[in-house]
């Protein structure tokens, strides 16, 4: 296991995230994540840790509304939100992390297009 740290672009949202050493990233097309090309490292919410904030998040949601997506006030950045396919976990921005050296990364690719039969593939 290893501890990452991240946040956004102007360091108003930071966080700490221990991952193991190999991770699988989700990629998925979906309306929100494809035009920022997010990519979602999933962590236990127990591993997550949300340092600094000082109410620089705003909420959107959308669809289902299960999904709570949060983006800095200040600079607009999404490093992490609380996704709906991974209940009790919170959804990274792999591209927010300080330093991603030394993570072996796999990509594993999600139809968000098609959330409810590509949920069913979801290992």
Same mark, same amino acid.
């Given at each position: 296991?290893?501890?990452?740290?991240?946040?956004?672009?102007?360091?108003?949202?930071?966080? *700490?995230?221990?991952?193991?050493? @190999?991770?699988?990233?989700?990629?998925?097309? %979906?309306?929100? !994540?494809?035009?920022?090309? &997010?990519?979602?490292?999933?962590?236990?919410?127990?591993?997550?840790?949300?340092?600094?904030?000082?109410?620089?998040? *705003?909420?959107?949601?959308?669809? @289902?509304?299960?999904?709570?997506?949060?983006? %800095?006030?200040? !600079?607009?950045?999404?490093? &992490?939100?609380?996704?709906?396919?991974?209940?009790?976990?919170?959804?990274?921005?792999?591209?927010?992390?300080?330093?991603?050296?030394?993570?072996?990364?796999?990509?594993?690719?999600?139809?968000?297009?098609?959330?409810?039969?590509?949920?069913?593939?979801?290992?």
């Amino acid at each position: 296991m290893m501890q990452v740290t991240g946040g956004c672009h102007c360091k108003a949202v930071r966080f *700490t995230a221990e991952i193991e050493e @190999s991770v699988s990233l989700l990629i998925c097309n %979906c309306s929100i !994540c494809e035009p920022i090309a &997010y990519e979602h490292l999933i962590v236990p919410e127990a591993k997550f840790t949300l340092e600094a904030a000082d109410d620089a998040l *705003t909420s959107y949601r959308f669809g @289902s509304g299960e999904a709570e997506h949060l983006f %800095c006030k200040v !600079c607009g950045v999404k490093s &992490y939100y609380w996704p709906r396919s991974h209940p009790g976990c919170v959804s990274v921005n792999f591209r927010g992390l300080d330093d991603r050296t030394g993570i072996t990364v796999e990509r594993q690719y999600f139809d968000g297009k098609n959330w409810e039969m590509a949920k069913l593939n979801l290992r």
